[in-house]
Each structure stands twice: as C-alpha cells, then as structure tokens.
C-alpha cells in the first residue's frame, strides 16, 4: 500500500475549520421521520486533517497506531542520487511532531512488506530484498527477513525466512503481518498464516482453507484474530491459536470488511472493524457488532479508508486514500457532541448498493455545502447477503417509498424499472428544476436522452453517462443500414448455415438476445393485452431452439476477433463506452462494419443507450430543492472527476472527450522531427494503449473524425434502454419455455401457458 501524502497544512486545517462548524448530525434511517429524514445522533466524529510534512516527493504506507504515536513507513526519492529509499517515521498524535528512526532501506533493491510497533517503541519488519546471483546461469532471487529494532534503531534480531516462504509456491509472499503480546509473528499469504517466534523462529503454520483473507490484526485481549470467508462464503472471526497451530474459537455475525483495513483493538470492546460505510466495534462475548460511525456522518468516503484505529486519547485515525486522485489524508476524529455541531438539512439518497461513486459525490457535495448534507440509505446488506436480498431489498424500498414516512428525497436509479415507477407517479418532474438553475440547461444535453426519461411530459432524471449496446456485423454481409427486424435476423442466420451467429450462443443466451429490448413489443401495458400465443412469438422460439443447451467454453481457445475473420462467427453484440470502441469493432471484424443493432418486431435502430449515474427526485421528497441541489451539483461536476464510466450525456463534456483524444503530442528526435515505430506511424508521447485476446492484439490510433462521426450518429439515434428487466415476466418464458426446448410440449402449447401466466402477471402489476 503506497500513497502520496500532498504538502497541504493551510487546507486541511481550514477545511476542518470548517468542518467542525458545519458538519451534519446524522443518524440511521428512521420511517417515522417524513421525506426520509434522519434521526439525530447523540454524538458525531468531527474530522481534523493531519499534516506529515511537506514532502511531496513522499509515498507513505504500513500505518499503525502504537499509543500516542502513528509508525509509518516513508519512500522517499533522492533527486541528487536519484535512489530511493525506505525510511520508518513516527508522528506525534499529542503534538504533531515527527522524527525519522534511523533505520533506512535502500528501496531500489528491496523495502519493506509489513511493519509493526509495541509499547516500548521496538519496531518490527518483514523487508525484501532483490540478490543477483553470478556466473552463466545468473539470476535474481528475492530473500525475506524477519526484523526487530528498538527504539533507537539498534537491530536485535534478523532472520532470514526464505527457505520458509518457498516452501509453498501458492502462498509465497508476505501478504500482512500481525504480532501478538508476547512479540511473536503471524504472516498471512494467500491461504495459509506462517508462524514465527519472537526470535523468528518458524513454529509451524496454519492452513485456513479460506477463499480469501479478509483480514487479520490483534484484539485488545493481546491475541491475534483472522476474519475470512468459510466454504459458504460467510464471513467468519477466528483466534489463531499460535501453540495448537490451528483456528481456534469462531465468531459468528462478523461484518464484511472487503479487505478493506486491517483489524485493530477496539474501543469498548474487542476489535475495530472497518467497512465501506462505518466503523464497527465487535464483541467476541456477544459476537454483535456496534456502530462507533458512519463515515459519510464525517464527510469521509467510507471506500477510500484504507486503516482506521484507536489514540490513546480514544480518538479515531483514520488513513484515507483516494485512489482516484492519488491523495492520502490522515484524519483525526473526536467524539463530540452533536447538539455542538451546526445542524444542516438532511437529505436522503435511497439506493439499493451503494458505490464508491456515490459516497464520492456525496462527500464531495457536504464539503462544499453549506445548507444541506447529504447521506445514503442502503437497501441490500453486503454483509448479510442471503438468498432473497435481492427480492428484500426490493421490498423495502418499495415500501419507504409508497408509506411516504421514509420515502427518501432521491433515487438511485440503477437496477430499478424506471419506466414501471414513473408511471405510478414516484417521481416529481425536474423540468421547472432545469428551468431555473442558472448553472445547467436542458439544451446542454443530448435530446434522446433527455428524452429518454421523460414520461408523460415529466423529466425523471438525467443521466450523467451511459453506454451503447448493439450488434455489429460486416457491411458485406448485412448492409449499411441500421435496424432490422426478428426475421431479417432468421433470415441472415438461414444463409450462412455452419457458421455460428454469434460466439458461444446458447439457447437461453439466444432467447434473452431476441427480448431484452422487445419485450414490451408483445406487452400493451396500456390496455394490459398480451401477444406471447402469436406466430411471431412461436417464431422465436422456434429459432432459438436451433442454438446449443451449452457451449463448451474449456475447449475452446481461439479468440473472438480471430473467430470473426475466418468467418465462423458472423455477429459481435457489443458495448460502446469509449471513443476507441468504433475503431476497436473494424478491427476485430478486418473490412467495414454496419452496427445494425439488436433485432425488435418493429424495426429501430436497435441500439440502446443503457444509463449510468442516474437519480431522480422523489415525488413524497420534503426537501425537494436540497435534492435538486445534490443532482445539479453532481451533473455540473467535470465527467472525469468521480468515477463516471462510459460516454458523458452532456454534449459539452463529449466534446471535451474528443478534443483531449484528437489533442496528440508526439516524440521528437534531437533535430525535432518525429519518431516513428515499426509500422511508420508517429509515437504518442504519452504511450499507446490497445487491446489483446492472445492470439490477436490491437493498438488503438488516435480517432478520427469519421470514427467520432460514426458515434455521434449513433448516439443520435440510439433508443432509451428497456432492458432494466422485467425478472418476473423473463423467468415466466424462460421456465416454460424449457418444455418446448426439451420436446415435451408444442411450440404452440408452451406459448399459450406463457401467455396465459404473463397475462395474469399484467393484469395484477398494472
């Protein structure tokens, strides 16, 4: 774990200046509270931002907490002797003083895996280093050594692990190490926790037989604890027994940490358990865990903190690293009292996961408001995943958002049925929104995905990317058009007999293809008529019925653009989500291509824009401005700042895509002329990037303008996505269709059961 610490004091103690006079008290999601507002907490952890130096040269990583003092390990880079090196440091949590231990590491032929402190201050590492061998078999092999230095950085121990680590190639690398009160060390690879006494002795190792990991650190009984997934894939708390080299006791109910931090001791109970929302201290009397904080309660993206423990004052460090920009801040929490803290309008994001973009945006737009704080509410529990979560999470939303007592102020539209809900009236109309903000217009968008989410005349929300999906196939062979209809695709199958359609198509693939984006082509939701009993039905399914049960995919080695070209695959379903896709497809396929999309009963373009960053403002909302205020905020943000993936929907945000893109600078020699590579062609100055299925690669070329062309037409005749699912209706023709796949009914006598279940579905959900 690596990370640049910036040269930031003047801010970060203003920021928490501000923080500590605005941040919001904020509570769990109480349904008695109206608009989904919530409950006020007794206490909140208001942030201060640390400072370790100004050194921005500086990657930090192997933080841990020893008292009053917080061990790092410091890569620094020398520009005078161009080396680097690994320096262990000691930050101050009293006074903010910091000193360098003399003990240094040249970084440029080992560093350092993991590192841990005690109370006297002796310091403790698992370091690495890189040994060539000589002679004419001459190689480079890496030793690994346990060791202990004291406080003055004198070594006291050193011993050489390697043999040890070899032994296993599975588990051959120092993943984490803990150490228990007596000084003894546990490492973690893959699977497997080696053993090691407090002279480094090996003293056997325990085989977890675990998928993975999840973590492993010492509780405050001195014993050191490892959290992994069991064979059911339940997430289990186990003592390490270091004298019975086994696990001992299991702990039951312990939360889902991700990987995300190690263990640590607790506050009032045993251990610190950091997730992707909030701190937990765990009781292995109880087996219960008790949230100390939410991290968005503190402005903090929960996903980003990578370690998080108790001072000795019983205040919280937490490190947290933003990946996206490569910052670290470390952040001091004090327990204060809420009714201490300015109090902001609280609003409440409904979703049924939540992502790390979400809790970017969310602490983005708290940072930087005065009047309204923003927290989410999240309806599917990662941490106690079960069989029916999904249909749960569904449930609960639904009934937040029918009782209206906790309706939240916004939705995550993502995974929902965007057009079933608008249509029940959930969601209040965002054009006299748009009308007036000063900052975005409707026109600032493209119009068929503004379009694309309002319903009867009323604008449920905006996307702030999306995606294409269609179906690419050589001009040759399917024209220059868009479009085309169930038979055309029959028809075109009918002709190149021996050649597959599509690779790896199955019957079940074969049936979703042909009705994720037709299926309300035989729903009227209108008058509630149903068509599943008709001849173009049958007709699917009789043609479906040609595809394989199974594709052997083990046997199979040979890539899809290799498949492509020799003509035995003839289709390429696609996603377009960056301006390299177009070229990507004429690649793959070696001569021109039409995207002539997905087949639907009554023509279209066939490609689809499927909606990413969705959210719209609920009708019950009762703070509809300050839910306004998140989603403008969030459209206004540039595309690139939080995570956004695939295509911006803002015209603006496109065309700053492509002017980036087209905007290439290239290597010159000495003389300024420019370099070309094997092919003949200039070479960027920021590299190539490009694309590899093993038995065929690709570079990607700067676009061109008939490249970008190419997508913006098909931006502009893409059609609003309707395959947010129906699951229900799906499975009703999937489950009944098996009988006819299986010769055990009629094509006719299975498409009458359908119809007659799927109507009686549609009659009750309309």
């Not at 965007?418 to 929104?433: C, N």
Request: proline share 2%; aromatic share 10%; hydrophobic share 35%.
């Amino acid at each position: 774990m690596r990370k640049n610490l910036r040269g930031r004091k003047a801010t970060a103690i203003a920021l928490a200046s501000v923080m500590a006079m605005s941040l919001a008290a904020c509570g769990k999601q109480d349904g008695s509270n109206p608009g989904g507002q919530t409950e006020q907490k007794e206490y909140v952890y208001v942030p201060e931002y640390l400072e370790l130096d100004d050194n921005t040269n500086s990657s930090y990583s192997n933080m841990t907490v020893q008292g009053d003092k917080l061990y790092y390990t410091n890569y620094q880079w020398d520009e005078a002797s161009g080396e680097s090196k690994v320096v262990i440091g000691a930050y101050s949590l009293t006074d903010g003083s910091r000193e360098d231990l003399p003990i240094t590491i040249n970084a440029d032929g080992g560093g350092i895996y993991s590192m841990q402190a005690d109370a006297e201050g002796n310091i403790y590492t698992a370091e690495f280093e890189w040994n060539a061998t000589e002679g004419d078999d001459a190689y480079t092999q890496q030793t690994t050594v346990l060791h202990k230095y004291d406080a003055s950085g004198t070594e006291l121990m050193a011993q050489d692990i390697t043999d040890i680590m070899q032994q296993d190639e599975n588990n051959s690398y120092v993943g984490s190490m803990c150490l228990d009160d007596q000084g003894r060390f546990y490492i973690s690879s893959d699977s497997l926790i080696r053993l090691f006494g407090s002279d480094g002795q090996f003293q056997g190792a325990v085989q977890t037989d675990s998928q993975w990991i999840q973590g492993m650190g010492k509780a405050k009984d001195g014993k050191v604890y490892l959290a992994y997934y069991d064979q059911s894939g339940n997430v289990k708390l186990s003592q390490i027994d270091f004298d019975g080299k086994a696990l001992g006791q299991t702990y039951d109910n312990f939360p889902n940490t991700n990987g995300n931090g190690a263990l640590c001791a607790g506050i009032e109970n045993d251990l610190l358990v950091n997730t992707d929302t909030a701190l937990y201290d765990y009781s292995l009397a109880d087996q219960k865990t008790t949230e100390i904080l939410n991290w968005l309660d503190s402005d903090i993206n929960g996903s980003y903190v990578t370690y998080a423990a108790a001072t000795a004052d019983g205040k919280i460090l937490a490190v947290v690293n933003d990946w996206n920009t490569g910052e670290t801040d470390l952040v001091k929490l004090t327990k204060t009292k809420a009714s201490e803290v300015a109090q902001k309008s609280q609003i409440t994001i409904g979703t049924l996961y939540t992502s790390q973009s979400l809790q970017a945006a969310a602490v983005a737009f708290n940072k930087q408001s005065n009047e309204y704080h923003v927290n989410i509410k999240t309806y599917i529990d990662d941490n106690n995943w079960t069989e029916t979560s999904w249909a749960d999470g569904i449930t609960a939303m639904n009934n937040d958002i029918t009782s209206g007592a906790g309706c939240p102020d916004i939705l995550d539209l993502s995974n929902l049925d965007v057009k079933e809900l608008a249509s029940k009236g959930v969601f209040e109309d965002m054009t006299p929104y748009l009308e007036k903000s000063s900052v975005l217009s409707k026109d600032d968008f493209f119009e068929n995905i503004v379009d694309s989410y309002t319903f009867d005349g009323k604008l449920v929300g905006i996307p702030k990317s999306f995606t294409l999906n269609t179906i690419v196939g050589k001009t040759s062979e399917v024209g220059d058009k868009k479009g085309w209809t169930i038979d055309d695709i029959i028809a075109y199958a009918g002709q190149h007999e021996g050649a597959s359609l599509f690779e790896g198509m199955t019957k079940s693939g074969m049936l979703y293809t042909l009705l994720a984006y037709d299926l309300d082509s035989y729903i009227d939701w209108e008058t509630g008529k149903c068509s599943f009993d008709s001849e173009d039905f049958q007709k699917v399914l009789e043609f479906v019925n040609t595809f394989p049960e199974e594709y052997d995919w083990q046997n199979d080695d040979r890539s899809t653009p290799a498949k492509i070209q020799s003509g035995e695959v003839l289709l390429n379903m696609t996603g377009i989500y960056q301006l390299n896709s177009i070229q990507e497809e004429e690649a793959m396929f070696g001569e021109p291509v039409t995207y002539i999309g997905y087949p639907t009963s009554g023509g279209g373009s066939g490609t689809y824009m499927q909606a990413s960053e969705l959210y719209a403002i609920t009708a019950k909302s009762s703070n509809k401005d300050g839910a306004w205020a998140f989603i403008e905020n969030y459209l206004n943000q540039p595309f690139d700042d939080l995570y956004s993936y695939g295509l911006p929907a803002r015209k603006s945000a496109l065309d700053d895509m492509v002017e980036k893109a087209l905007n290439v600078t290239y290597m010159t020699d000495e003389n300024g002329e420019q370099i070309l590579d094997e092919n003949g062609n200039p070479i960027p100055e920021n590299g190539t990037s490009g694309i590899s299925y093993g038995d065929w690669e690709y570079t990607y070329h700067t676009p061109t303008e008939e490249e970008i062309d190419i997508l913006k037409d098909l931006i502009s005749v893409a059609e609003p996505s309707s395959a947010t699912g129906n699951d229900e209706i799906t499975n009703i023709i999937t489950e009944e269709a098996e009988a006819f796949f299986k010769g055990q009914k009629s094509v006719s006598d299975v498409a009458n059961v359908i119809q007659s279940r799927v109507q009686v579905y549609v009659n009750e959900n309309r």
